[in-house]
């Protein structure tokens, strides 16, 4: 898997914000200004300023900065489909009382940099590097993970192909997987997706399905 690309050029995103207004905000959001991005304040809902998560935000285009001082949900919307301490874009959090609760309640929310406030012009680009970066390497390790866990799944698939061919040809247990890996190249497809494809097209009790299949690769 190749390393993701890192991304040092934020223009022509969205920020979303999420905090109250005032001096903070407005020096936050001249600065994401500066740096091409397009603020966006999302309004507080309640008396209390419990905090209501946006539900349309996109990993390529929104950067969203949370405010740890508010009251935080423990999770995002269940619209996002998201696993624990994960966000659906890069998120920032805004620090300014360092309690553990309030760390805890970021970090639940997925945020992969921090930003202290009263908030300074020169710290800015360095949290949004962090949690673009971060963000973006996650999802990388994640994909990768989810690829080998289906295809450790479908290595039945590559067993049974192997001993079939094995029966069938008189080969011993390399040489039948050479025989499938090759196939498997021909085809343009992992050897377990190729696998699992014979298998599946072969009926039960059918002992000549593979060997048939290799005199018509081998015509």
């Not at 539900?55 to 405010?67: A, F, G, K, S, T």
């Not at 998120?91 to 300014?96: E, K």
């Not at 698939?157 to 001993?163: D, E, L, T």
Request: proline share 7%; with cysteine; glycine share 6%.
């Amino acid at each position: 898997m190749r390393t993701p690309r890192v991304t040092q050029n934020f223009r022509d995103r969205t920020a979303v914000i999420l905090t109250p207004g005032g001096r903070s905000l407005d020096a936050l959001e001249a600065t994401l200004r500066r740096l091409g991005l397009t603020p966006e304040p999302r309004p507080l809902t309640g008396l209390q300023q419990v905090l209501e998560l946006p539900e349309n935000l996109q990993p390529e285009q929104h950067i969203v900065l949370i405010d740890g001082d508010l009251s935080l949900p423990p999770v995002w919307p269940d619209s996002y489909g998201l696993a624990d301490a994960m966000a659906p874009c890069p998120t920032v959090g805004l620090v300014g009382i360092e309690a553990p609760s309030r760390l805890k309640a970021l970090f639940q929310l997925g945020a992969l940099s921090l930003l202290p406030k009263p908030i300074h012009s020169g710290s800015v680009y360095s949290a949004l590097f962090l949690a673009v970066n971060e963000f973006s390497r996650m999802n990388s390790l994640q994909s990768k993970l989810e690829d080998l866990t289906e295809r450790r799944r479908k290595r039945v698939h590559v067993i049974r192909a192997v001993a079939t061919l094995m029966r069938q040809q008189g080969l011993n247990e390399d040489a039948a997987y050479d025989v499938l890996r090759k196939d498997s190249m021909r085809a343009r497809v992992s050897i377990e997706d190729h696998c699992e494809i014979l298998m599946q097209a072969r009926p039960e009790g059918d002992a000549d399905r593979l060997s048939s299949h290799k005199r018509c690769q081998t015509r």
